[in-house]
C-alpha cells in the first residue's frame, strides 16, 4: 500500500462507484496503490476506465458484491439506507464512510484549492486543473465531470496542489480545510436540504470559517449573493478576500470580454504590483465562463503561481463534458451538450449561445432535474426557456427523489408559454429524437439541456438527422 492511502481506506468498496464524484475518488486511491472495488446501476464509459486501472466493477447492488476484506464502504448523500451493499456493511460493522470524508482524506498533507459555488464549480476547477498542469505543477484534482475522456475527472499527480470540487448541496463541503477558497456564486438551490437563502449564506459562511490559517477566499464582486456573503465574511473577521468580477471595486477586475465565435478573449487587471492588464484566451463561449477563468486566474495566482504564465496556460483548457459541448453536427445542425439545469445557468448558456450563433436559430431539449427544484423554480426555467427559439421539455428526471403530488414538467411549459416561448411537451425520451428532426432546419443550434440522462439524446438526435 501506498503511504498516501489512509489505511482505513487500503480496500474500499464505492456504492455508485460510476457516479462523477465518486469515480474521482475511487481513480486517485487506484493511483495511489490502494485495492478499489464498487458497484454501480448499470455499465458505463466510467466504469470501463476505472477497471482499466484494476479497479473491480460490480453492475447492480448485491450485498455480495461486498468483499470479506473491505475496510470501508464509501457513499454520497444519494445512497438510499435500503441499499443491501450498505445494509451488509453495517451488519458486519464495516466502517461507512461519505464521500466529502474521503476526498478530505486525500487531501491531508497537499495545499487543497476547493472551488464552490451554485453554478461553474466543474468548469473553474477544470480550469485550474488543466492550467496548473500545463505549468508543470503536477496537481492532484478530482472534478465532477469529464474533461476529454471517461475517467479524466480527477488525477492523483506528484504535485503539492490539490483542486477539488466543493459541493455545497448535502453541506459536504463543510469537511474541507482548503488553503484557498473560491466562491463563484451564491443562490438558492437545493431545496431539499436548505429551506431558505439564510441557510444557504450560513452554509457558506461556515464553509469560508474552514480556511486555513493565512488562507484566501476568491469570490466574486458582482454576483448579489456573492457580495453578501463577502459582506458577512468580513464582519466575521474571516480571512484573506480576493474579489474577482467586473465591478469597479473587484480585486482582480474583468475589464473586457470579447466574443470571438466559440471562445472568448478577456482582459483583467490584476490586484497590487501585477495590476497591469492582462489579456488571455478562453475557449469557451460567454460571459459567465470568462468570470470562471478570472476565478481560476485569482486561485492559481493565491496558491503561487507566476499570473502571466498561468493566464497563457489558461488558454489550453478545451472544455469538458457536458459544459456546452458540442456533440456533432449533421444536416447542418450542430448538436450540443449542456448540463444547466438551474434557471440562471440555463439562461447563461443560453445567452452564450446567442451570442456566438449570431442569426442561427437555437433550439432546446430541456429535462427538468429534481421534483424539488421543478416545485421551487419552475416558473424561472420556463422564463429561461423563452432566450431559445422553440424548446422541447421533457417529463422530470427524479435522480435520487420520489414524486411529489402536483409536481410535473406542466410547472415549466405554463411558466415558458406564458412568457412567449414556443414549447411542446414530450413524455416519450425515446420520441424526442424525432420530433427535434422534424423541427430542426440547416443552420440551426440544439440543446440538450439538463442534470439529468437527457446527454443521452445528442447522439440520437444527430443519428436521426443524419438518416
Not at 453492475?59 to 451488509?88: F, K, Q
Not at 457536458?322 to 445542425?333: C, D, F, H, I
Amino acid at each position: 500500500m501506498s503511504p498516501s492511502v489512509p489505511p482505513a481506506m487500503d480496500r474500499p468498496h464505492f456504492i455508485g462507484i460510476g457516479g462523477a464524484g465518486m469515480s474521482g475518488i475511487a481513480k486517485i486511491l487506484a493511483q495511489r496503490g490502494a485495492r478499489v472495488a464498487g458497484s454501480d446501476a448499470k455499465d458505463s464509459d466510467t466504469a470501463r476506465a476505472l477497471r482499466a486501472l484494476g479497479v473491480t466493477v460490480h453492475i447492480g447492488h448485491d450485498a455480495a458484491h461486498l468483499a470479506p476484506d473491505a475496510t470501508c464502504v464509501v457513499v454520497s448523500s444519494a445512497i438510499r439506507a435500503e441499499n443491501p451493499e450498505l445494509a451488509a456493511a453495517r451488519e458486519r460493522g464495516v466502517a461507512v464512510v461519505h464521500r466529502s470524508d474521503a476526498l478530505a482524506a486525500l487531501m491531508a498533507g497537499t495545499r487543497p484549492i476547493a472551488v464552490a459555488g451554485t453554478h461553474g464549480k466543474t468548469t473553474t476547477t477544470s480550469m485550474l486543473a488543466v492550467a496548473l498542469t500545463a505549468l508543470g505543477l503536477e496537481p492532484s484534482y478530482a472534478i465532477g465531470g469529464d474533461l476529454d475522456a471517461p475517467g479524466s475527472n480527477a488525477h492523483h499527480g506528484g504535485g503539492e496542489v490539490f483542486v477539488a470540487e466543493a459541493d455545497e448541496s448535502d453541506r459536504s463541503f463543510h469537511t474541507y480545510s482548503p488553503e484557498v477558497a473560491v466562491v463563484l456564486n451564491v443562490e438558492l438551490d437545493h431545496h431539499a436540504n436548505y429551506a431558505s437563502l439564510e441557510e444557504i449564506y450560513d452554509s457558506f459562511l461556515t464553509f469560508a470559517g474552514k480556511i486555513r490559517p493565512g488562507g484566501t477566499l476568491v469570490i466574486s464582486a458582482d454576483q448579489p449573493g456573492a457580495v453578501e456573503l463577502t459582506r458577512r465574511v468580513r464582519e466575521a473577521g474571516g480571512p484573506r478576500i480576493v474579489t474577482v468580477g467586473e465591478s469597479g471595486s473587484a480585486d482582480l477586475r474583468v475589464t473586457r470580454i470579447e466574443p470571438r465565435g466559440l471562445t472568448s478573449e478577456v482582459t483583467v487587471l490584476l490586484p497590487g504590483a501585477d495590476g497591469g492588464p492582462l489579456t488571455f484566451t478562453v475557449s469557451v463561449p460567454g460571459r459567465h465562463y470568462a468570470h470562471n477563468a478570472a476565478a481560476a486566474l485569482a486561485a492559481g495566482i493565491a496558491i503561487g503561481a507566476p499570473a502571466r504564465e498561468l493566464a497563457a496556460a489558461l488558454a489550453t483548457y478545451t472544455g469538458v463534458k457536458r459544459r456546452l459541448q458540442l456533440k456533432g453536427e449533421a444536416a447542418g445542425v450542430q448538436v450540443i451538450d449542456s448540463y444547466a439545469h438551474h434557471p440562471t445557468e440555463m439562461a447563461a448558456d443560453l445567452e452564450a449561445i446567442r451570442g456566438a450563433a449570431g442569426d442561427a436559430r437555437v433550439l432546446v431539449v430541456f429535462q427538468p432535474h429534481l421534483f424539488s427544484r421543478t416545485r421551487e423554480l419552475g416558473a424561472q426555467m420556463g422564463a429561461a426557456l423563452a432566450l431559445a427559439d422553440a424548446s422541447v421539455v421533457l417529463d422530470i428526471y427524479p435522480a435520487r427523489e420520489d414524486p411529489v403530488p402536483g409536481v410535473t414538467s406542466e410547472l415549466i411549459i405554463d411558466a415558458a408559454r406564458a412568457a412567449g416561448a414556443d414549447v411542446t411537451a414530450e413524455h416519450d425520451k425515446e420520441a424526442v429524437a424525432d420530433v427535434v428532426a422534424g423541427m430542426a432546419k440547416h443552420g440551426d443550434l440544439v440543446l440538450t439541456m439538463g442534470a439529468g440522462d437527457v446527454t443521452d439524446l445528442g447522439p440520437r438526435i444527430l443519428a436521426r438527422l443524419d438518416a
